[in-house]
């Protein structure tokens, strides 16, 4: 059963150390996107990749988190430095996108505290 | 901007009661409309899509869909909610562009 991979699900970090999300998508999809999930902000998108070229990352804070795609099967959302702020759900999804037609699976989510 | 917007922040309902739950979407162009669910705890799983033909568009569970272009809505439906059924409801937009936006979501309890 095809699925896409999140690790770590549970990450609790000291504010100012480096995270690093791992998503594994699912095979033979095109794109994968990159959400945080708070209660306050609800689903926000980062940032999402078309055949692992980066689309558009404007929800991104680009000081502190890079995102990107080393091959098909691996994309990364990094922060450095973390901060309490960042503390959220961060979810990771795929599709086989053509356009806007396509659904999209997610991830189980990557859990982030920052103390 | 682009953007999806989600009518009611929190809705409390007993069993068997209807269930009529509000999105509009600001989008230019050719738009694709979703709604996913998030059951406490888990992964967001897609209740059901609109990409073209029927506006009047049925998903898993019992829930269906009216899209109206007129009106920028894709209100999401059940006639008869269940206790299963408390969950986290988003709806959601894309563009052309690939562009995939949630609303704020809606919280669903359903009251046994």
């Known amino acids: 059963d095809a699925r896409v991979t999140q690790t770590p699900r549970h990450k609790v970090t000291e504010m100012g150390q480096e995270v690093t999300m791992r998503c594994q998508p699912i095979?033979?999809?095109?794109?994968v996107f990159w959400y945080r999930q708070t209660m306050m902000q609800g689903l926000e998108l980062l940032a999402y990749?078309?055949?692992?070229?980066?689309?558009?990352d404007s929800g991104m804070p680009k000081d502190r988190f890079s995102a990107e795609m080393p091959d098909a099967t691996l994309a990364t959302l990094k922060i450095q430095p973390s901060e309490p702020r960042d503390s959220a759900v961060y979810f990771c999804?795929?599709?086989?996108?053509?356009?806007?037609?396509?659904?999209?699976?997610f991830g189980e989510g990557s859990r982030l505290t920052v103390l | 901007a682009q953007s999806v917007s989600q009518h009611n922040h929190h809705v409390i309902l007993s069993e068997a009661a209807s269930l009529e739950l509000g999105c509009n979407y600001s989008?230019?162009?050719?738009?694709?409309l979703f709604w996913y669910v998030q059951y406490p705890g888990q992964h967001l799983q897609l209740l059901l899509k609109?990409?073209?033909?029927?506006?009047l568009v049925k998903g898993i569970k019992g829930f269906e869909a009216e899209f109206i272009k007129s009106k920028f809505s894709f209100n999401l439906r059940k006639p008869s909610v269940q206790w299963s059924d408390t969950a986290e409801y988003f709806c959601?937009?894309?563009?052309?562009?690939?562009?995939?936006?949630f609303g704020q979501g809606t919280e669903l309890s359903v009251k046994p």
């Open positions: 999804a795929s599709g086989l996108m053509q356009g806007s037609t396509g659904e999209l699976f």
């Open positions: 989008y230019g162009g050719t738009v694709n």
């Open positions: 990749f078309r055949n692992r070229a980066p689309l558009d």
């Open positions: 609109y990409f073209s033909g029927d506006p």
């Open positions: 095979l033979g999809h095109n794109t």
């Open positions: 959601a937009a894309i563009n052309q562009g690939g562009k995939l936006i």
